[in-house]
T-cell receptor
Framework: NAGVTQTPKFRVLKTGQSMTLLCAQD?????MYWYRQDPGMGLRLIHY???????AKGEVPDGYNVSRLKKQNFLLGLESAAPSQTSVYFC????????????FGQGTRLTVV | AQKVTQAQTEISVVEKEDVTLDCVYE???????LFWYKQPPSGELVFLIR??????QNEISGRYSWNFQKSTSSFNFTITASQVVDSAVYFC?????????????FGKGTKLTVNP
């Protein structure tokens, strides 16, 4: 039972480089989320998706893009990385029915130098 | 808009002490869901409990208990006889059911350190 898997686990980028973080879930969940975690800031929602082919902005969407071409995958892209995007990124998914809790991936630690 | 406030940034206790983590929320929804998650030093986020707004029964699970009070918009978490393994960051979260109900909003977390 893989649950929610994030790839990669660690990454170092130079300012201006681009990259894509992959989130894959095998629970057939409708909802998927990307959060970033910074010291003292808790978890802040970047983008989310309520189903295949849909995306929506969260609390801190600037500098990020997302895509959900397949139900099981939710991609987070950084087109031109900035040091302010140094953070730990978490992906989560949940079922669309009822008061379901979210299941989280193990996180991706991204450093932009 | 949904908002979760965890006023305690850090708490330090000695093993076997009881400790309560506070969570205050704001929402205009009449139906909503509250959650607690634990983030141990290893970094993963572990789901602890879910509570529906229409169910104000308190819940106990071993050394953990949760007190939900709609009148004060609070959903507090108590650890009885704390242990070193309880050291972690604890997050309270809220999800509504009306406009913006897709969003799961987190507080900033409370870092609990249990010293031997």
């Amino acid at each position: 039972n893989a649950g929610v898997t994030q790839t990669p686990k660690f990454r170092v980028l130079k300012t201006g480089q681009s990259m894509t973080l992959l989130c894959a879930q095998d629970m057939n969940h409708e909802y998927m989320y990307w959060y970033r975690q910074d010291p003292g800031m808790g978890l802040r929602l970047i983008h989310y998706s309520v189903g295949e082919g849909t995306t929506a902005k969260g609390e801190v969407p600037d500098g990020y893009n997302v895509s959900r071409l397949k139900k099981q995958n939710f991609l987070l892209g950084l087109e031109s990385a900035a040091p302010s995007q140094t953070s730990v990124y978490f992906c989560a998914s949940r079922s669309g029915t009822g008061p379901s809790e979210a299941f989280f991936g193990q996180g991706t630690r991204l450093t932009v130098v | 808009a949904q908002k979760v406030t965890q006023a305690q940034t850090e708490i330090s206790v000695v093993e076997k002490e009881d400790v309560t983590l506070d969570c205050v929320y704001e929402t205009r929804d009449t139906t909503y869901y509250l959650f607690w998650y634990k983030q141990p030093p290893s970094g993963e986020l572990v789901f602890l409990i879910r509570r529906n707004s229409f169910d104000e029964q308190n819940e106990i699970s071993g050394r953990y208990s949760w007190n939900f009070q709609k009148s004060t918009s609070s959903f507090n978490f108590t650890i009885t006889a704390s242990q070193v393994v309880d050291s972690a960051v604890y997050f309270c979260a809220l999800r509504g059911t009306q406009g913006g109900s897709e969003k799961l909003v987190f507080g900033k977390g409370t870092k609990l350190t249990v010293n031997p």
